[in-house]
T-cell receptor
């Protein structure tokens, strides 16, 4: 069964900490995505990548960066976490047919 | 830029009844995909149904069907014989033309569906 795995289901971090959210897919997909989900706002695209070492800004990239050193892994980085980054983060991947989503990381910044 | 609008933040339906969730979108493209995703409390996004813009025939998956009106840029989801397991957040989504380098999905804000026993 194909999978997108997010390393943590729940995470609590302190303001100012550097935070890494990891996403791994086992489907050899080229494209990977990070979304942020907030009540009443739906899913908003933060960053996406269509190849190793390539990245593109989505709609809300401010305060985030990404890393894709290997095809299967796409990391979202919060350089200095802030309370307004408390949210649900969803990773997804696609090869041009269907999208597959991870089960999300609920991040709380205190 | 493409946008997806879901005008109903919440809806309720009696078990075994039929409910329709609304979605409109805006794009200048002629070729694209539209989706309805379901997100239950488990948070896993589940694809409910998908429609290719070039197909005139409305997609159907068991109790789920869509009314795709390309000229009106409307894409509603009809759930027939509603079941308790249908309770979830439903997202309408638009996908940029397939196989483009900037292939991505744009989501609406979601409709929370409650099923009343």
């Amino acid at each position: 069964d194909v999978k997108v795995t997010q390393s943590s289901r729940y995470l609590v971090k302190r303001t100012g900490e550097k935070v890494f959210l990891e996403c791994v897919q086992d489907m050899d997909h080229e494209n990977m995505f990070w979304y942020r989900q907030d009540p009443g706002l739906g899913l908003r695209l933060i960053y996406f990548s269509y190849d190793v070492k390539m990245k593109e800004k989505g709609d809300i990239p401010e305060g985030y960066s990404v890393s894709r050193e290997k095809k299967e892994r796409f990391s979202l980085i919060l350089e200095s976490a802030s309370t307004n980054q408390t949210s649900m983060y969803l990773c997804a991947s696609t090869s041009g047919t269907g999208y597959t989503f991870g089960s999300g990381t609920r991040l709380t910044v205190v | 830029a493409q946008t997806v609008t879901q005008s109903q933040p919440e809806m309720s339906v009696q078990e075994a009844e039929t409910v329709t969730l609304s979605c409109t979108y805006d794009t200048s493209e002629s070729d694209y995909y539209l989706f309805w995703y379901k997100q239950p409390p488990s948070r896993q996004m589940i694809l409910v149904i998908r429609q290719e813009a070039y197909k005139q025939q409305n997609a159907t998956e068991n109790r789920f069907s869509v009314n795709f009106q390309k000229a009106a840029k409307s894409f509603s989801l009809k759930i027939s014989d509603s079941q308790l397991g249908d309770a979830a957040m439903y997202f309408c989504a638009y996908r940029t033309p397939p196989m483009n380098r900037d292939d991505k999905i744009i989501f609406g804000k979601g409709t929370r569906l409650h099923i009343l026993p």
